[in-house]
């Protein structure tokens, strides 16, 4: 069972940067398509990025478009997400996750998820 372990996440102010990144513990996210989402208090888990397996493919929402940049490392066992111009509207639970079967933006899609790293943006 893969289990997807996130860090990077942090208190910062508006326009800020940061780097989130994830792992896999008792296996490998090399073959799993890969996604971050996120989730704020009384809000539903909101879809940020996705990449494919291999790389070569990568979408986002409008909200984070131009913002947000997911990638992985060479080896592909590490997704990034990378954060620019961040806005208080970003503030939220992240999580990363990984699907080994289809890739869309549908959380339903992904069966391996982390715990998620919180994200605080401030004014």
């Known amino acids: 069972q893969v289990q997807l372990v996130e860090s990077g996440g942090g208190s910062v102010k508006a326009g800020s940067s940061l780097r989130l990144s994830c792992s896999a513990v008792?296996?490998?996210?090399?073959?799993?398509?890969g996604g971050w989402f996120r989730q704020s208090p009384g809000k539903e888990r909101e879809y940020v990025a996705g990449i494919t397996w291999i790389g070569d493919n990568t979408d986002y929402p409008d909200p984070v478009k131009g913002r947000f940049t997911i990638s992985r490392d060479r080896t592909r066992k590490i997704l990034y997400l990378q954060m620019n111009n961040l806005k208080s509207e970003d503030t939220g639970v992240y999580f990363c996750a990984a699907s080994g079967k289809g890739w869309n933006r549908g959380a339903t899609t992904f069966n391996h998820w982390g715990r998620g790293t919180q994200v605080t943006v401030s004014a």
């Open positions: 008792g296996g490998s996210l090399s073959r799993y398509h």
